[in-house]
């Protein structure tokens, strides 16, 4: 009954930017954090960057001061500028939610992918 759709991926050169966007939709009392991990191929899916509810944010240390997330409560979305693109940056984005509906939950989007390549 809840749904995160994804959108903005593709293929960038090194340098370039992509933004991410999500948007939360369905049965939702709250959300709590929202955020953007990413999986590259043979690793595990880490943490790029989350947002609470009140606008505190969370970066990991490889995309401090290139990336920046920000969130429209109103609209449920969360949003992911990514500025000077590295080839290790290449992986497959995911939107995260912590929300209640009936209950406090998860949920993930389909995953988008953003490759960095010249």
């Known amino acids: 009954q809840v749904q995160l759709v994804e959108s903005g991926g593709g293929l960038v050169q090194p340098g370039g930017s992509l933004r991410l966007s999500c948007r939360a939709s369905?049965?939702?009392?709250?959300?709590?954090?929202m955020g953007w991990y990413r999986q590259a191929p043979g690793k595990q899916r880490e943490l790029v960057a989350s947002?609470?509810?009140?606008?505190?944010?969370t970066y990991a240390d490889s995309v401090k001061g290139r990336f920046t997330i920000s969130r429209d409560n109103a609209k449920n979305t969360v949003d992911l500028q990514m500025n000077s693109l590295k080839p290790e940056d290449t992986a497959v984005y995911y939107c995260?939610?912590?929300?209640?509906?009936?209950?406090?939950?998860?949920?993930w989007g389909q995953g988008t992918q953003v490759t960095v390549s010249s």
């Open positions: 369905g049965i939702i009392f709250r959300i709590y954090d």
């Open positions: 947002v609470i509810s009140g606008g505190a944010t």
């Open positions: 995260n939610a912590k929300l209640k509906n009936y209950v406090l939950s998860d949920y």
